[in-house]
């Protein structure tokens, strides 16, 4: 118990220091940005608020300015499930990718997450 309480003071805080200190996103012009807007439209960010690894990903989301939407899969119940059954476990961050034609990807791990959305939009 004393040790959820301390991760999670530290997480929020961690949490609070990234949107103190978040850097400026990257510029586009807005033809680009609708671009990249409809291509991102198909990811989703399964993430705990206070996780370090998904507040890495976030901090990597914002700074291409990519519009990703993210879910609480510790507070969301559905969420948390789809992460389960769809994706296989529940661990965070998980990026998940719908592709039209193809099965979805589900993409684990802060540093494949980071390195992918680098390479398609950075």
Known sequence: MLLKIIRNV????????????????????????????AQTANMTLYQFKACPFCIKARRA????????QTVDAMNDAQARNE??????????????ILEEGKDDTWMYESGDIIQYLQKRFG
């Open 10 to 37: 530290l997480g929020y805080g961690i949490a609070a220091a990234d949107k103190l200190t978040r850097p400026k996103a990257m510029a586009r012009s807005p033809e680009q940005q609708a671009q990249v807007n």
């Open 61 to 68: 989301i914002h700074k291409l300015g990519l519009n990703i």
């Open 83 to 96: 992460l389960q059954q769809m994706g296989g476990k529940v661990q965070v961050p998980c990026l998940r």
